[in-house]
């Protein structure tokens, strides 16, 4: 089981740009949430994808858009990036939502540098 | 809204030295307890779990117990070793299967041989 996978590791962008990050679930996973993290701070919840469609949304602004494909992998997309986006961004995935007693399993992350 | 408090780092510990990371929350109901760790450069792993009250999650030498009354699952180890140097974090998460974890901000450990 290859386990949650995300690309790319690293990524360094410029102020304004636009960039999308990619990521494949655990096999048996069918929901996927994002995160960010900043530097020293903990993992912040972006939103949750499930069935193809947002379920869950994080206090993060429009520019963070999200999609998931039939095959359950996700990209998340950002626009106009700010040097405060800078972050390590996390993928999550889990079974489908209602099943108790289980946990999200996390990828190793893409760091993003805006410059 | 739910929220989770760790105490400050980093905590600096020779090996072998007793570890306790404190950690309590605030929360609607009877969440599920996490402690996830994440080594320099890598993402998150679960380390250990609880799911309801007195329940004790156990994992690598690692132990933290659910304490209702107190609102706290503390994270402890008898003996650490260098290769537990990482950043621990506290989280819940609603045990109706959501699966959105909500973390604390971490806790640095350092071991020094």
């Known amino acids: 089981d290859a386990g949650v996978t995300q690309s790319p590791t690293h990524l360094i962008k410029t102020r304004g740009q636009q960039v999308t990050l990619r990521c494949s679930p655990k096999s048996g996973h069918d929901t996927v949430s994002w995160y960010q993290q900043a530097l020293g701070q903990g993992p912040q919840f972006i939103f949750q994808y499930y069935e193809e469609e947002e379920r869950q949304r994080g206090n993060f602004p429009d520019r963070f858009s999200g999609h998931q494909f039939p095959n359950y992998s996700s990209e998340l997309n950002v626009n106009a990036l700010l040097l405060g986006d800078s972050a390590l961004y996390l993928c999550?995935?889990?079974?489908?939502?209602?099943?108790?007693?289980?946990?999200?399993?996390f990828g190793q992350g893409t760091r993003l540098t805006v410059v | 809204g739910d929220s989770v408090t760790q105490m400050e780092g980093p905590v600096t510990l020779s090996e072998e030295a007793f570890l306790t990371i404190n950690c309590t929350y605030t929360?609607?109901?009877?969440?599920?307890l996490f402690w996830y760790v994440q080594y320099p450069g890598e993402g998150l792993q679960l380390l250990l779990k609880a799911t309801k009250a007195d329940d004790k999650g156990s994992n690598k030498g690692f132990e933290a117990t659910y304490r209702k009354e107190t609102t706290s699952f503390h994270l402890e180890k008898g003996s650490v070793q260098v290769s537990d140097s990482a950043v621990y974090f506290c989280a819940l998460s609603d045990p109706g299967g959501s699966y959105i974890p909500t973390f604390g901000r971490g806790t640095s450990l350092i071991v020094h041989p």
């Open positions: 929360a609607t109901g009877y969440p599920s």
């Open positions: 999550a995935s889990s079974p489908t939502p209602g099943q108790m007693n289980t946990e999200a399993f």
